[in-house]
C-alpha cells in the first residue's frame, strides 16, 4: 500500500481534485484523514491517504499528476511504499529500557523499521547491539563533541549506511547545531519530562523538587534549540508523596519507553506531518 | 455547516465519487474522515464529512444527486444542518448527577443541544427541572411499566413533543421492546460498569464483590436486550480495596457522567454510525 | 471519628508511643497511615490515624498526652472531629463549572463541607449563589486591588462569618501577599495548567501555541509567589492537533473542576500535611 | 529490612500492642500501613510493617513474641527478610512480551526477584532463556495435561528447584486442580482481558466482536476455577473501531506486560494480602 501526504494552503476542492487523481488512475482508496487550521487568516490543509494501486504505472502517474497539481496549489506532497521498512539508526548512552523496547516491538512486528546501527558514547550497550547483530558504533571523544560527532558521520560513511531517520534514546547529550543540519533527516528525541516543564538536565530531580503528582515523557523533534522541537507524543504516571528520586525515575522508565515507541510507530507509518513547530499526527 | 454521514458496501471510487459531488456543488469541505472494515468479505465502508455550502440550492443539489448515488451503491447518507439543535428527552430517577452535567455542559456551550422535557418515574429532581424551566413529566405507576410508559407516551403527545432522541441518564428501570420500537428514535443508555462486566442490577455491589480493582460506565444505545446494545463510550477509575461500596459509588458517579456526557456530545454532532452492533465514532 | 495528623522530625518509638496514647484512652484505631521521607540527614515523620473514642474526657486526655508527648518529640499535631463540616469561602469570576462541581458533590454528600459565602469581582454568578442560599459579596473596585480586598475582608466581618478555608475556583485573579498573609488561613487554588508548564496568564493559549498533547490543571495552596505553592493534586487530559483554543478550554474545564474537588476532598478531609513546599496526601 | 504482613479478626489495640512488641525490640518502624474491613458483622484487620532491627536477637524475639500475640488474637503473620530474593518459575508459551519485560525489569533492578527456570510448552522461547542463563524446561506432552504436568514436577525435582511462587507469563494453558493444591505456592497469572469480562479463550476476539471501546489485562492469584482468583492489579487501554483485532492485540500486549510486572512487583515486595477471595494492596 501507499501513503500519500499532502498538506497546501486551504482552498476548495482540494480533496475533490486528489481524490479524483487517484480514482482516475486505479487507487483505491482504504483510509484517508484530512484537518485544516481554522484560526488565523491562512487557514492551512493537511491531508493523509492510505490507498491500493494495480499497477507501478498508475502510481507513476500519480506521482506526476500531483506534481503539477501540487506547482499550482502550492503544495507538499510524499508518496511512500508502505512495504519498505524506514533505516534508524539509535543513539544510547548507558540506559537499555528505551532500545529494548524499540527492539522488543520491532521484533514481535509491533513496529516495522530497521535498525542499522546503534551509536553510544558508552560502549556498555556494546553487547545488546552484539546479540542482535547489529553494527554498534562506540563514539569516543566524550569531552570534546565536534570530535566525537565528526567521528560519528565518518563512521556512518564507512560503514556505507543510508540513515532514513535517527532515534535519540536516552542519548543524555545535546547534538550541536551543525550535526542536526548538516545530517538534515529526522532526529526523533526522548526527553524524560513533560514538557515545557522541566527540560535540560535532571528533570525528575526537578520534579521531585517541586513535588509535582504526575511525571511524564515527551517525544519530540529535535532542531536548534534544546527540547524545543515540535512535540509528537506525551504521556504521564501518576506519583506520590512517597516516592522518592529513584522510584520516579522507576516509573518514568515505563512512560519514557512507551512514548518514544509510539512515536516511532507514527513516523515510521508517515502518520505525523509538521507545521509551525507543532504536529499534526493522524492517528 | 452541514455534515454528512455516509456508509456503503467498500467500492473502489466512492471517496472521489463524492467529493466531485461536493465540489462541483459549491462545498468546501473542512473535515472528512473515512473507514472501512477491512476484516471478512463483506468490507463496509463509512464516512463523515462536514462542508460548507454557499446556497441552499447547492445544498439542495448535493442532497439529489447523493440519493441517485446512493441508490447505485446501495449506500445510506444523512446530512444535518449543525446549526439546527437536536431536542432530548432526559429520562431520570432520583439521582441528578448525569442531569446536573448535562444541563451545565449545555448551558456553558460545550454541548448543543435542546433538553424539551425531564421525565422521570420519581418527583424528587422535579425542582431541578423547574428551576431551568424545562416541562417535567412525572410518570406514576411504578407497579406496572406498561401503563406507566403508555402515560409518558401521552404526555409526549399532549405536550406536542418533536423528540430527536433520548436520553436514559441514570433512569434505572428497563424499557419495554414495545417501548423502544414503538419510539423508534435513538436511546442512549448510561450502565454504571465496564460492559460486558455486570450487566443488570447493583453493578458496583457486584464490583465491590468480585474485588475489581478498576470500575466503569458504558454510555451505548439501547436495543430490545438488556445493556447489550451498541457501545458508544466507556471509561474507568482505580478504586482500591480500601473504597467500600458507597466509595465505589461516589468514584463511578464522576465517570458515569463525564462518559454520558460525551456520548451526547458524540450523537449530537453526527460524530456516529452503527454498523453489526457497533459504533463507529470519528472524533 | 477524629482524625490526627502528626509530624515530627523522625525518631524510632513514635508510633508504638502515639498508638500508645491512643489505646489507653479508649481509642480504637480505624484508619492509619505513616510515612517518613529517607532523604537528606534530617528525615521527617508524617502520620494520620482515624480513631473512634468512647467518652469525651478520652479525647481530652489524648490531647494531653500529645501535648506532652509533641513538646519532647518537636512535634506539631492536630485534632480533627469528623462531624463537624469545615466552612469555605469560594472565590469565583465568571465562570461556573468549577462552583457548580463544588455545589454539586456537596450536596450529594460528596464533599462534607460549608460554603458560607461566594465572593466575585463580577456579578455573573449572584443568582447561583442565591439559588442555593448562599450570601454572594460583590466585591467592586476591579481596578484597585488594595481596595477591593479591603472590601472583602470588611463584609467578611461584617456577615460574622468564620471562615475555615478559601477556595480560588477560578477567581482569575492574584491576591496580594498582604491579603494572603493577613487572612492567614488555608487558600486553595485552580490552576488551569499542569504545573510547573504555564504559569501566569491565559495557560490554554500558551498550550495551544506550544503544540502539547496532554493539557492539565493543578490544586496547589496558594503562597505569595504566583502558582508556586504547594502542589495538591494533578491531572491532565488528550488533545490533539485537531483541538482549537475553545476545544482546548472546553475539554481542560472539566479537568480543573475534578482536580479542584479533589483538592477540597483531600483537605476536608485532613488528608494533607504539608512539608518543604511539598505535600504529603494521605489518600 | 523485614516487612511484617499481619492479619486478623478486628479488635481494639492491635496496633499499640504490634508496635509496642517492634518498639521494645529495637525495631525502627520505616512504613507502616493499616486497614479494616467495616462492613458486615465480622471487620477484619490487615497491617503491612516495614521495619529495621539492630540485631538478629531483637528479630527472634518479636517473632516470638508475635506468635504467642497471634494465638491469642487468632491472627496471621508473616515476617520477611527483603535483602532476600524470592525465586520464580516463568511458565509462557509462544509470546514474549511478558517474559521479556520481566527480564528487563528484573535486570534494571525495577523487580528484584529470581527467575530460576522458565517452563514452555513449546521451545520457541528457548533461545532467551539460554541468552539469559536461566534453565528451560520444555514440557512435552501437549495433548495429555497430566502427563505434561507431572514431567514438570519432575524436572523442578531433577533441578532441585526451591520455587517460592509461579508466575504464568501468558502460559496460555489451563493448569489442572491437581497441580495447583500439589503446588500449594502462589501462581500469579496474567489474563488479557478486563475480568471479570471475556474470561477464557480469545478475550481479544471477544472484546472486538463485542466493539468495547478500552480493553485490558488483569493479573490474578490461579485458584481452581478459570480466571477467578483474587485480582491483583487490572488496567486497559483505550481502542477505537479503527482497529482490527492484530491492532487490538498488539494494544494489549503493552497493557498485559506492565500490570503482570507490577503484580509481580507487589507480591515481590509482600504488599498482597488475601481475604474473602479478594487482594488488599499496600501500596
Redesign the interface.
Known amino acids: 500500500m501507499i501513503v500519500l501526504t499532502f498538506s497546501c494552503p486551504d482552498k476548495?476542492?482540494?480533496?475533490?481534485?486528489v481524490?479524483?487523481i487517484?480514482?482516475?488512475n486505479?487507487?483505491?482508496?482504504?483510509?484517508?484523514?484530512?484537518?485544516?487550521t481554522?484560526?488565523g487568516d491562512n487557514p492551512h490543509f493537511f491531508m493523509r491517504i492510505v490507498f491500493e494501486t494495480e499497477s507501478l504505472r498508475g502510481l507513476r502517474n500519480i506521482n506526476k499528476k500531483l506534481s503539477e497539481f501540487s506547482s499550482v496549489f502550492n503544495a507538499e506532497f510524499k508518496l511512500t511504499d508502505t512495504s519498505v521498512k524506514k533505516k534508524a539508526a539509535v543513539f544510547v548512552s548507558k540506559e537499555?529500557?528505551c532500545l529494548?523496547e524499540l527492539l522488543?516491538q520491532k521484533s514481535?512486528g509491533?513496529l516495522f523499521f530497521d535498525v542499522i546501527c546503534i551509536v553510544s558514547n558508552h560502549n556498555i550497550l556494546q553487547s545488546v547491539a552484539e546479540?542482535y547483530g547489529i553494527p554498534f558504533i562506540y563514539a569516543p571523544y566524550r569531552d570534546n563533541r565536534a570530535r566525537q560527532e565528526e567521528f560519528i558521520k565518518k563512521e556512518f560513511k564507512r560503514l556505507n549506511l543510508e540513515i532514513d531517520f535517527v532515534i535519540l534514546a536516552k542519548y543524555m547529550r545535546v547534538l550541536s547545531e551543525d550535526f542536526i543540519n548538516s545530517f538534515c533527516r529526522k532526529i526523533i528525541n526522548i526527553h524524560h519530562s513533560?514538557?515545557?516543564?522541566?527540560p535540560g538536565a535532571k528533570p525528575y530531580v526537578q520534579a521531585y523538587q517541586?513535588?509535582?503528582?504526575?511525571v511524564?515523557a515527551t517525544a519530540h523533534f529535535v532542531n536548534e534549540k534544546l527540547d524545543d522541537g515540535?512535540?509528537?507524543?506525551?504521556?504521564?504516571i501518576r506519583i506520590?508523596?512517597?516516592d522518592?528520586?529513584s522510584e520516579i525515575k522507576?516509573k518514568g522508565?515505563?512512560v519514557e519507553k512507551?512514548v518514544l515507541a509510539k512515536a516511532v510507530k507514527f513516523f515510521t507509518e508517515d502518520r505525523i506531518l509538521e507545521y509551525d513547530?507543532?504536529?499534526?499526527?493522524f492517528?
Not at 513533560?194 to 522541566?198: E, T
Not at 517541586?210 to 504526575?214: H, S
Not at 515540535?230 to 504521564?236: F, N, T, V
Open positions: 476548495k476542492g482540494i480533496v475533490a481534485a481524490s479524483k487517484l480514482f482516475e486505479g487507487a483505491n482508496i482504504i483510509e484517508s484523514n484530512q484537518y485544516s481554522n484560526s537499555d529500557h529494548y522488543w514481535s509491533d546479540s513533560f514538557l515545557p516543564s522541566f517541586k513535588g509535582v503528582k504526575l511524564g515540535p512535540i509528537i507524543e506525551q504521556d504521564i506520590s508523596h512517597g522518592d528520586i522507576r522508565k515505563i512507551l513547530n507543532k504536529t499534526i499526527i492517528e
